[in-house]
């Protein structure tokens, strides 16, 4: 649980909270970190139009596309999910991909449905067990979703997939599409009105020779909400507003220069935060 009072399931909270003296930092933005998240003033719009899209029940599926560094998970934990917290009733799920896709959703099930928040409290044999099933049978996603919404009434769970595009760097295009399908048709929002997903995907880990587009289209691609690129001008402000709450000033055209050696990396904010760290 956050020091702001928000839970998310299946969540692995850092013991590292950021320093509110500090002007930057090198982690993702958590919900304890919205306002250190909002004093960037970027990706409020973005944040305002899925906020919106999520109140008025248009999508249960939303996609925030960008590339790596360029604050996905920030908008999502810091901007997203401290604002839905306090308009209505809410739970949060988190489910981060990496190697077996049906065992990363089943940890995330399994602890919502046991009420265990600590991803470190799961019993490992459960999450296998749930795994085995929802890739064998069809209809268990769907059981598993409803069983959820049953133990929970009058409350909208929010499941965050964070990394959905590691799929495509660590699954074979069977597993892949298999998976992405499943999930998609288990979420119809006709049976699930009260559950939403969002996912957040680095489009640059495509194939090269763009093989895997059409599948991403045809499956993730219907309502996707893309991370814009930087101006000079926001990478400016992102340099000198938080430094200036702080009383500290640049020399005359640092900040330029320290934009020029970020080169074609202009999109990642880490890589800038690591250099103004520094």
Request: with cysteine; proline share 4%; hydrophobic share 35%.
């Amino acid at each position: 649980k956050s020091s702001s009072g928000i839970s998310i399931y299946n969540y692995k909270w850092s013991a590292n909270s950021k320093k509110k003296s500090a002007p930057y930092y090198l982690e993702t933005f958590r919900p304890d970190d919205e306002e250190l998240f909002n004093t960037r003033e970027i990706f409020i719009d973005e944040v305002d139009r899925v906020l919106l899209k999520i109140k008025k029940h248009e999508s249960n599926f939303i996609t925030i596309e960008g590339e790596s560094g360029s604050g996905k998970s920030s908008l999502v934990l810091a901007g997203l999910v401290p604002r839905l917290a306090k308009e209505s009733s809410w739970k949060f799920v988190y489910v981060e991909f990496n190697e077996d896709p049906y065992q990363d959703l089943a940890a995330g099930l399994v602890s919502i449905i046991n009420d265990i928040k600590d991803p470190i409290k799961t019993d490992p044999d459960q999450v296998n067990q749930l795994s085995i099933k929802i890739k064998e049978s069809k209809d268990e996603l769907k059981k598993q979703l409803q069983a959820i919404k049953d133990k929970n009434p009058g409350t909208r769970i929010l499941m965050i997939a964070d990394q959905l595009d590691s799929l495509y760097t660590k699954c074979t295009q069977e597993v892949r599409t298999n998976f992405l399908t499943l999930l998609k048709s288990s979420l119809q929002k006709e049976n699930f009105d009260s559950i939403v997903l969002i996912a957040t995907f680095d489009s640059s880990n495509f194939q090269k020779d763009g093989s895997d587009v059409q599948d991403y289209k045809n499956i993730l691609g219907e309502d996707v909400e893309k991370i814009p690129s930087l101006t000079e001008e926001n990478l400016i402000d992102l340099i000198t507003k938080p430094a200036g709450k702080k009383g500290i000033e640049f020399e005359s055209k640092l900040p330029e220069k320290i934009i020029k050696d970020l080169s074609n990396k202009k999109h990642d904010l880490m890589l800038l935060g690591a250099i103004l760290v520094r």
